[in-house]
């Protein structure tokens, strides 16, 4: 351990976390898995085995719905939105006070450095349910003028979807639980969420800190296991009302599939394959800066990462350059350490698959500016790798690799058009980014790009007040902001006949 940045008090709090295998919060309860089997954790940062967590399946699966289900149909779905804003905000509080520990749990689990892992569980997972709760008191219907002949009192009502399957990813799975289960709570609705299995402890510490919170018995239920069994249980569950999953575009088609059986409402929050342009004009340092940290933050395993960079000939090799320079800075190393930069992909099975693309880009034609070659030792490491001569048709542009890979490409022509067509030239559409001093150019190329955020000489932070999803294949719905919490909401039209 790296003692600036850890302490021997926060080691001894996390570890001791792990040192017993993990169980099932099933309607107020910790709980073994049925079976009383679990399943290894693994350190993605050394390759070896650090904690246990329960199996949950099916049988699991059925118990925490019924649980769900007994608490919405009983005091949660009748309970008041300030009751439920007051618990969020505790929950908050308690995510705030133990954000140096869930944020160890977080780089153990899924290899990220503890300082971004800390501030996504003390800023943006707080943040998201800070966010949600002053939802809770505003979200409601509206009264309807009428024009059919008599007198009338028309309204809507918004209610709770029910019963809602959450399945999260292991890319940021703290953070990404919170808001999901912020969103949900504050209209009313009760969940059973399912974590990645490669990144269960911090959903965990999550459920220690909801019971602490005092949330009713049954409200959230959380179901460790793997995707195989126990989230193709909950996806196919009859008495689930809602799936919202954040994964890859492939088991978001699975999971549509699944939900046909009883039309289920579904959410989906899928790949992508972003596209960063920067003009001529643009203000280079930012640009330059802001393109390789979309890349390679959190190691690439980003949703919405810049993988395909366009670039201007006029400042293509000094962008390139540019970018080059900075992934060659960055620091290979364990999340817990101090001087890491750029910590291992989650697990060797994803290392193997980012190499496997950098291998078929390079022998599609593609050429190695920095990186592209495997790590040595323990430890499932990448190295930061930008190659540029790539073209359209690699799949190496076209697919999503979720790995700290970019793609430069130039372009010349200024045509807003012409620009549009390139950047949508792939079956994704969640993100994009533009970098020009023409703000005429930019609102242009804003409204032509098919993605769901497009920014604009700024950096891709998320905010809970901006609804996140994506166009064509990157997803279904939206999260975060008002779409994101009425997305859990049914509408009910009530008329009433006054003469």
């Known amino acids: 351990m790296n003692a600036v940045l850890i302490s021997d008090e926060l080691n001894a709090k996390a570890r001791a976390f792990t040192q017993r295998p993990r169980e099932l919060l099933i309607g107020g309860s910790w709980r073994p898995a049925h079976s009383g089997e679990t399943f290894e954790v693994i350190d993605p940062a050394n390759g070896e085995v650090f904690a246990h967590a329960a199996a949950g399946d099916a049988a699991d699966i059925d118990d925490a719905v019924k649980a769900a289900r007994g608490a919405f149909e009983g005091a949660w779905g009748m309970s008041m939105p300030g009751f439920r804003a007051r618990l969020l905000l505790k929950l908050a509080d308690l995510i705030e006070a133990n954000g140096d520990e869930l944020g160890l749990l977080e780089t153990l689990d899924n290899g990220m450095p503890w300082r971004m892992a800390r501030m996504a569980a003390t800023f943006g997972a707080a943040e998201s349910l800070r966010y949600h709760a002053g939802w809770a008191t505003k979200i409601g219907g509206e009264t309807i003028n009428l024009s059919v002949p008599g007198e009338w009192h028309a309204y809507t009502l918004r209610e709770p979807v029910g019963v809602v399957g959450q399945i999260v990813p292991w890319n940021f799975p703290f953070v990404m639980a919170v808001a999901k289960i912020a969103a949900a709570l504050t209209v009313g609705c009760t969940v059973v969420l399912k974590p990645a299995e490669q990144t269960p402890l911090s959903a965990i510490r999550l459920g220690e800190l909801i019971l602490q919170a005092g949330f009713p018995p049954g409200v959230v239920n959380i179901v460790t296991g793997l995707g195989q069994t126990a989230g193709r249980a909950l996806v196919a569950h009859p008495d689930v009302n809602k799936i919202a999953f954040t994964g890859s575009t492939p088991v978001g088609k699975e999971i549509l599939r699944a939900c046909a059986g009883n039309l289920k ?226 509408v009910k039209s009530v008329t009433v006949g006054l003469t």
């Open 265 to 490: 409402r579904v959410t989906l929050e899928l790949g992508g394959k972003s596209p960063v342009v920067i003009f001529p004009d643009a203000d280079l340092g930012p640009a330059t800066e802001v393109a390789a940290r979309g890349i390679f933050m959190n190691t690439g395993q980003v949703c919405a990462a810049g993988s395909r960079l366009f670039v201007h000939e006029k400042v293509f090799d000094q962008v390139v350059d540019g970018v080059v320079a900075k992934a060659k800075a960055l620091k290979l190393g364990a999340g817990i350490d101090a001087a890491t930069d750029l910590g291992p992909v989650v697990s060797d099975k994803q290392r193997m698959r980012v190499n496997g693309y950098i291998r078929a880009g390079i022998e599609g034609g593609a050429r190695v500016l920095t990186g592209g070659g495997e790590v040595a030792g323990p430890g499932y490491f990448v190295q930061p790798t930008v190659l540029a001569d790539t073209t359209a048709n690699m799949t190496v542009v076209r697919e999503e690799i979720f790995g700290p890979v970019l793609c430069a490409m130039k372009f010349s022509d200024t045509d807003v058009d012409a620009i549009a067509r390139m950047a949508n030239d792939t079956e994704y559409g969640l993100a994009a980014s533009i970098w020009t001093r023409d703000i005429t150019v930019a609102h242009r190329l804003a409204k032509r790009i098919k993605a769901g955020s497009v920014r604009i000489n700024t950096a891709g932070s998320v905010d809970a007040a901006m609804p996140l999803g994506g166009f064509k294949q990157s997803g279904w719905g939206r999260e975060n902001g008002r779409e994101g919490t009425e997305i859990y909401t049914e």
